[in-house]
């Protein structure tokens, strides 16, 4: 599964690559043919790759009771697709099962950690990227999706942008606040539920006889 993952997280990688030369070939009338046609065998084989890649990591879930049940969970989170879930499984199975939600949290690298510069005093926090790469990059696509698409996460974000917190930092925050979230899952065998994650404030009520 770990190994699976893995290549399926390389060739997604090399593939995005691949599809940005597309493009540029597609608007330089300096590319020759020859090399449009590389390119598109290239993607082909790649996304061929890709699907088996899947089809086989999908078969590891399904064949184990605990996976299956930690993916069907992931899948209930907004945000969080087919691929998503494979990559998260394949990196948090790795943990053992007596770590609390912060060791998960060190564990990929989205613990804050206050730095200074140079001889200032002021010190700014951001996310120490000291633990597993691969968790934490397989957080950050769902992070951005649930930004847009899920009111309570999205209210989450909101909320540190107007604090001052850039647009790097709140999506950081936001993928730890997932993390927590799928931790809390797979402890209660509960489905995502995004009053737990970030209550949104309650709208004011304007009394228009006032």
């Known amino acids: 599964m770990w190994a699976l993952a893995r290549?399926?997280?390389?060739?997604?990688?090399?593939?995005?690559?691949?599809?940005?030369?597309?493009?540029?070939?597609?608007?330089?009338a300096a590319i020759p043919a020859s090399v449009r046609r590389s390119i598109a065998r290239s993607l082909r084989f790649q996304e061929r790759e890709i699907a088996e890649l899947r089809r086989e990591a999908m078969k590891c879930i399904q064949a184990d009771v605990e996976l299956h049940r930690q993916q069907?969970?992931?899948?209930?989170?907004?945000?969080?697709?087919?691929?998503?879930?494979?990559?998260?499984?394949?990196?948090?199975v790795l943990l053992p099962p007596d770590r609390d939600v912060r060791q998960w949290v060190a564990y990929a690298g989205l613990d804050p950690r206050e730095y200074s510069s140079g001889t200032s005093v002021r010190k700014h926090t951001r996310i120490s990227k000291i633990g597993n790469g691969h968790l934490r990059r397989a957080l950050f696509l769902p992070a951005m999706v649930a930004c847009r698409f899920e009111p309570h996460l999205r209210g989450f974000y909101q909320h540190l942008l107007e604090r001052g917190k850039a647009k790097?930092?709140?999506?950081?925050?936001?993928?730890?606040?997932m993390l927590d979230a799928i931790y809390g899952m797979f402890r209660a065998n509960q489905r995502y539920d995004g009053?737990?994650?970030y209550a949104l404030p309650t709208p004011a009520i304007v009394d228009e006889f006032a």
């Not at 399926?8 to 691949?18: M, R």
């Not at 790097?168 to 606040?177: D, E, F, G, M």
């Open 72 to 92: 069907q969970l992931l899948r209930s989170m907004p945000g969080i697709g087919d691929v998503s879930a494979i990559q998260l499984l394949a990196e948090l």
């Open 168 to 177: 790097r930092q709140a999506l950081s925050a936001v993928a730890r606040k």
């Open 7 to 28: 290549r399926l997280e390389a060739l997604t990688h090399l593939n995005v690559a691949e599809k940005n030369r597309r493009h540029a070939a597609g608007v330089s």
């Open 195 to 197: 009053a737990r994650v």
